[in-house]
């Protein structure tokens, strides 16, 4: 099991407005190994990604207050949350398309449980080759 203390786990943001979706993505971020956060519309992912930097974000590309485009291009603007992992979920392919080369991933929804924790354990994996743990 990944269970590790919960300051030493990485945070994971999903951005996702439908409440079934963002659960599965919930599930499978913590059984990954990540401490998630949901948030369920665009207006509150601004204001959360102006406060923490997560290592993760999954993000829906169609919501009804701010698409999910204007989320990422302000993640990819910020210099903070300029090593974000993203990966962009939607059922709209032409859309992930026009993205895809902002973002690390894209997952054409229905997404998977299984999918997406396999996915997050390859990030988390990513993380600790990109930036170690230093030396005690």
Known sequence: MNEQPAETKPIAIVIEDDADQNLVFTMALNKAGYVTESIYNGTNAQQRLKEVVPHLVVLDLRMPDIDGNVILAQIRRDERLSN??????????????????QAELVLLKPVSFSQLSELADRFKLRKRRHNPDPPR
């Open 84 to 101: 974000v992992n993203v990966i962009l979920a939607t059922a709209d392919a032409a859309f992930a398309d026009a993205l895809q080369s």
